[in-house]
């Protein structure tokens, strides 16, 4: 089959895209639950440092002793820790070539069209299939800047970059954070290690790829990126995994470290299927005149907690957070972002979408803190959520902390459904009703598209159309 | 509830309770920002076995705004709960007036029958030279098909003093309730308000102006619960912080599955006059029906400078202009005061924050 051809399929929306499975023979799996037996034998296959070894155990045990908070948001009592294999690897090394992939795994990326945007638009690519990295790879060009991009793993067995790792590796995202945090800290396996010298801007987005592909399994990856003073990067994540009827569960983490006059783009698309239990945490922390920017699409899953985290410790530092969140049937999707203004001179501006629809629940959720220090800070915060049937849901909760008397703080939220005049005039138009529907859910989806790299904007507004389909009768 | 000390620590000071998760918003975020909830010490000063006087029992289905702690607390403090029914089609002169001194506690429970019309009015304005003490309201009101009532809150207690307020209103088919709260000082003072717009076409008008100042402690959770359809909800908060004053807002607006035709608008003013100022705002909707509309907008900062240069070229210093803003709060409140004793609780705010001088000044 021909590349165009496959690039029509996914104009075409066609649901295997996602939706397919490939077989586990020859996997490695290690058995269901969580004990001190499996944390201990993922250290070792990975050959680690003494002190990963320990923070891993010590963050099983907070694990075990940490509570969910009776009080939050959706449930997750269908996730059972004994039922979910926290490591499965394909028989495979990481490879630097596609041709060196094995064909299955190749074919998955294919169909999902990485390694055609890595031909077209990207810096560098890497791609996780469940536990392990399979492929990463890198532009010599941006490489010879001194750019590293590459996996934990690999990080921590180079002298160099070892003691980089361990100084900044679960400092920002501490085990003891949450539950899942500590959960994290003590099965973490693949993910990416980034490092951008000063003064370095990228030309290209880097991408990072995480399929799940075996049921009843967890993904825990890693991502560690430092962006030096003065150097500019655009990162890109997606995530997908195929549909089954047991529980999946997600727990990565995303540590940020954006210093003084840098600026980093941090843009995802969530894409999860809807047996999966997404329970990710993300943060930044950005120095002086430093710009960090987040665009977040979450469409998958069946649980979602994800609330990307900005702490604004450098003066006249900036934030944005432009989201968009899909809840369709049987999801029920907790989203938003956390922005701690501690900066002189920061602004912060965060605008969100959700749509929920055939008995899908949305969550919107966030806060702001505007800390002592903040002389002068700004923010302003937008939520608009769209329900396109009544047997769905939608609720915001945005909670705002103010500690400092110079500080500006603005906050909107909308909640309401599709006119029926709009569809009428559509309708007169020569559009069906299911089209004016998808027309108007693209036109409110759109300021968020368009901050989407192409491949990531097209593939969003596949999704919606994919998700509006037999939206009406 | 937990108790504390259920043994007076001195022959002379009540014991006291420890009441837990008071004013909780109905959706809750994370803990670790501390606003979802409040605790308050109160004192216990009921013996076993002392019998009260209660209301009849359709009022223990009215949800109240602080929650069951402090419904159950106030019922087993307030000597005799005091019950008012308002007769079918009547228009009743005369306000309901609670008035509560320093340490006074009282239940009350107002049914308003089909097309009749109230005025309700709450005012706290212990002063106990500089004690502490601790007053409270339990108001719980049923408002029939039709009916309108008109409530004003009006609390100003000098720094020394706590006062719990806990309001809980259900609206029949058509029913209107207009809310008028101004909270004018005191230590700690902790007011939660619960209203169920149950009848269709039902509607609450809510404006809540305050001006804390100091070391005061303001603590507020207003929920709304949209049922009936074509429900109509409009709260609107305008207030002045100064000093050390922490402020914790929690409002909901619950657009409940069948509300069709609903809607619900929040809006929030806060003046930031303080250094050490703590604003906490929690504005929330909950949406289970998709024929409804809901809105809310905050606005939280200080004097633009804008605002003050041109206030400057009036002749008048940032700290004037400042000090206008919080003057408005009081103006406001003694404008629309609907009785004496509201009035005296204007007045006796504004001389504990600004001196007994400018009594005269708001003396209407």
């Known amino acids: 089959m021909s590349e165009e051809r496959k690039r029509t399929q996914v104009a075409d929306v066609d649901r295997s895209l996602y939706d397919f499975t490939k077989p586990e023979e020859g996997y490695e799996r290690y058995d269901d639950g969580l004990t001190p037996e499996i944390v201990r034998a993922i250290s070792e296959k990975k050959d680690e440092p003494e002190w990963m070894l320990e923070m891993r155990l010590a963050a099983l045990e907070t694990y075990h002793a940490r509570e969910m908070a009776p009080n939050w948001g959706p449930s997750i009592s269908g996730l059972d820790l004994d039922h979910i294999s926290t490591y499965v690897s394909p028989k495979t090394k990481q490879a630097k070539s596609w041709d060196d992939v094995p064909e299955d795994i190749k074919d998955t990326f294919e169909r999902l069209g990485i390694p055609e945007a890595e031909r077209e638009s990207l810096a560098g690519v890497g791609a996780q299939y469940d536990s392990e990295i399979v492929y990463h790879n890198m532009r010599e060009d941006v490489a010879k800047q001194g750019v590293i991009y590459t996996t934990i793993e690999d990080a921590l067995h180079d002298p160099q970059w070892e003691p980089v790792v361990h100084q900044y590796f679960g400092t920002l995202i501490p085990p003891t954070d949450h539950k899942f945090a500590a959960l994290h800290y003590a099965v973490w396996s693949g993910g990416s290690f980034v490092y951008v010298p000063a003064g370095v801007t990228l030309p290209y987005p880097l991408q990072s790829y995480f399929r799940l592909n075996a049921a009843g399994a967890g993904q825990f990856e890693h991502t560690l990126i430092i962006v030096e003073p003065g150097a500019d990067l655009h990162f890109i994540e997606g995530c997908s995994a195929p549909k089954y009827y047991e529980a999946n569960l997600h727990a990565g983490a995303v540590e940020l470290f954006v210093k003084d006059g840098a600026r980093l783009r941090y843009s995802t698309i969530e894409n999860w299927s809807k047996n999966m239990y997404n329970l990710n945490t993300k943060r930044a922390t950005i120095g002086a005149d430093a710009k960090m920017e987040w665009v977040s699409g979450s469409f998958g899953s069946h649980v979602s907690y994800l609330y990307p985290t900005t702490v604004m410790a450098g003066d006249r530092s900036s934030c944005e957070f432009t989201g968009i969140t899909f809840a369709g049937a049987t999801q029920d999707l907790d989203t938003g972002c956390k922005v701690i203004m501690n900066g002189a001179d920061t602004t912060a501006s965060v605008s969100t979408k959700s749509i929920s629809k055939d008995g899908g629940v949305n969550t919107f959720r966030s806060s702001v803190v505007i800390g002592r220090r903040a002389d002068r800070a700004r923010c302003s915060v937008s939520c608009q959520s769209l329900m396109l049937d009544d047997i769905s849901r939608s609720d915001t909760i945005p909670a705002m902390d103010v500690r400092n008397a110079t500080a500006q703080v603005g906050h909107e939220a909308t909640i309401g459904r599709i006119s029926d005049d709009t569809v009428l005039y559509l309708m007169s138009r020569g559009c069906s009703e299911e089209e004016a529907r998808t027309l108007v859910v693209n036109g409110f989806a759109n300021p968020v598209s368009k901050e989407l790299p192409m491949e990531y904007a097209v593939e969003m507004n596949n999704l919606i159309k994919l998700e509006m389909e037999g939206a009406i009768g | ?364």
């Open chain 2, 1 to 364: 509830m937990v108790e504390k000390n259920l043994a007076p620590a001195a022959a002379d000071a009540a014991p006291e309770i420890t009441l837990e998760r008071v004013n909780v918003a109905p959706a809750q975020t994370w803990n670790r920002l501390r606003t979802n909830d409040i605790t308050l010490t109160v004192p216990a000063r009921g013996r076993a076995g002392d019998v009260y006087f209660s209301l009849p029992r359709l009022f223990e289905g009215v949800e109240c705004g602080m929650g069951p702690a402090v419904t159950d607390w106030v019922e087993s403090q307030a000597k005799d709960a005091r019950y008012v029914e308002v007769p079918r089609g009547t228009r009743r002169e005369e306000p309901i007036v609670v008035a509560l001194g320093a340490d006074e506690v009282a239940g009350t429970g107002v049914l308003v029958r089909e097309g009749a019309e109230v005025t309700i009015v709450v005012a706290a304005g212990g002063e106990k030279d500089g004690e502490a003490g601790t007053s409270a309201s339990l108001l719980r009101v049923i408002a029939e098909a039709g009916a309108r009532v008109h409530l004003y809150e009006y609390v100003g207690a000098d720094a020394g003093q706590q006062h719990l307020e806990s309001v809980g209103i259900t609206c029949g088919r058509d029913a209107r309730v207009d809310v008028h709260q101004y909270l004018l000082g005191g230590g700690t003072v902790a007011l939660g308000l619960a209203c169920d717009l149950a009848g269709d076409r039902s509607r609450v008008d809510l404006g809540c102006r305050y001006h804390a100042g100091g070391t005061e402690v303001l603590d507020i959770n207003e929920v709304v619960r949209q049922r009936g359809r074509s429900t109509r909800s409009e709260l609107a908060y305008n207030g002045v912080l100064e000093d050390a004053a922490k402020k914790s807002l929690r409002t909901t607006i619950d657009l409940v599955h069948g509300a069709k035709g609903a809607q619900g608008n929040e809006a929030e003013t806060v003046l930031v006059l303080g250094d050490d100022v703590v604003n906490k705002t929690l504005p929330t909707i909950l949406c289970d029906e998709d024929d409804v509309a809901g809105n809310h907008g905050a606005t939280i900062g200080s004097v633009s400078p804008e605002q003050l240069a041109f206030l400057a070229s009036r002749g008048l210093s940032r700290a004037d202009a400042e000090a206008l803003f919080a003057r408005a709060v009081y103006e406001d409140a003694l404008m629309h005061a609907p009785c004496d004793e509201a009035r005296a609780t204007v007045q006796r705010g504004q001389a504990l924050l600004h001196g007994a001088s400018t009594l005269e000044d708001l003396a209407w």
